[in-house]
Protein backbone atom coordinates (compact mmCIF):
# COMPACT_ATOMS: atom_id res chain seq x y z
CA UNK A 1 0.00 0.00 0.00
CA UNK A 2 1.29 3.44 -0.82
CA UNK A 3 1.95 5.81 1.90
CA UNK A 4 2.67 9.63 1.97
CA UNK A 5 4.21 11.26 4.37
CA UNK A 6 4.83 15.48 4.33
CA UNK A 7 6.86 17.26 6.23
CA UNK A 8 8.39 20.80 6.93
CA UNK A 9 5.06 22.49 7.53
CA UNK A 10 5.13 26.01 9.96
CA UNK A 11 4.52 29.42 11.06
CA UNK A 12 6.32 31.92 8.39
CA UNK A 13 6.13 36.03 7.99
CA UNK A 14 4.91 37.44 5.16
CA UNK A 15 7.49 37.39 1.97
CA UNK A 16 9.06 34.82 4.18
CA UNK A 17 10.13 30.96 2.83
CA UNK A 18 8.97 27.24 3.26
CA UNK A 19 9.81 24.35 1.80
CA UNK A 20 7.26 21.01 2.14
CA UNK A 21 8.75 17.86 1.32
CA UNK A 22 6.52 14.50 0.85
CA UNK A 23 8.36 11.10 1.12
CA UNK A 24 6.02 8.26 -1.27
CA UNK A 25 6.80 4.86 0.54
CA UNK A 26 5.82 2.11 -2.22
CA UNK A 27 4.32 2.56 -5.81
CA UNK A 28 7.20 4.78 -7.89
CA UNK A 29 7.03 2.57 -10.40
CA UNK A 30 2.88 2.85 -11.04
CA UNK A 31 3.10 6.97 -10.33
CA UNK A 32 1.94 9.06 -12.98
CA UNK A 33 1.90 12.47 -11.17
CA UNK A 34 2.15 13.55 -7.79
CA UNK A 35 0.65 16.97 -6.36
CA UNK A 36 0.19 19.17 -3.99
CA UNK A 37 -3.17 20.22 -2.94
CA UNK A 38 -4.01 22.85 0.05
CA UNK A 39 -7.16 24.00 2.03
CA UNK A 40 -7.96 26.89 3.79
CA UNK A 41 -10.92 27.37 6.58
CA UNK A 42 -14.08 27.58 4.82
CA UNK A 43 -12.60 26.74 1.21
CA UNK A 44 -12.30 23.99 -0.83
CA UNK A 45 -9.45 22.14 -1.42
CA UNK A 46 -7.59 23.38 -4.62
CA UNK A 47 -4.20 22.26 -6.80
CA UNK A 48 -1.62 24.20 -6.06
CA UNK A 49 1.34 22.19 -8.42
CA UNK A 50 1.58 19.09 -9.84
CA UNK A 51 4.70 17.00 -11.51
CA UNK A 52 4.80 14.25 -13.88
CA UNK A 53 6.75 11.37 -12.14
CA UNK A 54 8.62 10.27 -14.83
CA UNK A 55 9.08 13.63 -17.26
CA UNK A 56 9.25 15.46 -14.27
CA UNK A 57 7.25 18.29 -16.15
CA UNK A 58 5.47 20.84 -13.76
CA UNK A 59 2.06 22.58 -13.44
CA UNK A 60 1.70 25.69 -11.12
CA UNK A 61 -1.46 27.13 -10.34
CA UNK A 62 -1.92 30.92 -11.44
CA UNK A 63 -2.16 32.02 -7.95
CA UNK A 64 1.31 30.82 -6.92
CA UNK A 65 3.21 31.15 -10.08
CA UNK A 66 7.06 33.03 -10.00
CA UNK A 67 6.56 32.19 -6.03
CA UNK A 68 5.92 28.45 -5.66
CA UNK A 69 8.23 25.33 -7.46
CA UNK A 70 7.43 22.10 -7.21
CA UNK A 71 10.01 19.72 -7.56
CA UNK A 72 10.72 15.75 -7.76
CA UNK A 73 13.43 13.40 -6.94
CA UNK A 74 13.04 10.06 -8.09
CA UNK A 75 15.84 8.09 -6.43
CA UNK A 76 14.56 9.36 -3.35
CA UNK A 77 10.24 9.17 -3.98
CA UNK A 78 10.46 12.66 -2.78
CA UNK A 79 8.24 15.52 -4.27
CA UNK A 80 8.70 19.06 -2.58
CA UNK A 81 7.13 22.38 -3.10
CA UNK A 82 9.34 25.15 -2.67
CA UNK A 83 7.00 28.00 -1.30
CA UNK A 84 8.84 32.03 -1.19
CA UNK A 85 6.99 35.30 -1.18
CA UNK A 86 4.59 33.81 0.81
CA UNK A 87 1.40 36.13 1.58
CA UNK A 88 -1.50 35.66 4.28
CA UNK A 89 -3.79 33.99 1.65
CA UNK A 90 -1.59 30.63 1.42
CA UNK A 91 -2.24 29.94 4.75
CA UNK A 92 -3.90 26.41 4.68
CA UNK A 93 -3.65 22.61 5.07
CA UNK A 94 -1.10 21.22 2.52
CA UNK A 95 -1.19 17.74 1.18
CA UNK A 96 0.90 15.68 -1.21
CA UNK A 97 -1.18 13.35 -2.99
CA UNK A 98 -0.78 10.61 -5.76
CA UNK A 99 -2.64 9.49 -9.10
CA UNK A 100 -1.44 6.38 -10.19
CA UNK A 101 -0.54 5.61 -14.19
CA UNK A 102 -4.21 4.79 -15.85
CA UNK A 103 -6.49 6.55 -13.44
CA UNK A 104 -8.20 10.23 -14.04
CA UNK A 105 -7.62 11.75 -10.56
CA UNK A 106 -5.50 11.59 -7.40
CA UNK A 107 -6.42 9.29 -4.81
CA UNK A 108 -3.44 8.69 -2.53
CA UNK A 109 -3.18 11.07 -0.21
CA UNK A 110 -1.26 12.30 2.62
CA UNK A 111 -2.06 13.39 6.30
CA UNK A 112 -1.39 17.23 5.69
CA UNK A 113 0.65 19.65 7.05
CA UNK A 114 -0.14 23.28 8.43
CA UNK A 115 1.32 26.24 6.57
CA UNK A 116 0.41 29.82 8.48
CA UNK A 117 1.54 33.03 6.68
CA UNK A 118 1.49 35.82 9.73
CA UNK A 119 1.36 39.57 8.84
Known amino acids: QVQLAESGGGLVQVGGSLRLSCTMSGGSSTTLRMGWFRQAPGKERELVAS????????YHADSVVGRFTISRDNAKNTVDLQMSSLRPDDTAVYYC????????????WGQGTQVTVSS
Open 97 to 108: ARQRVGRSAFET
Open 51 to 58: ITWISGRP
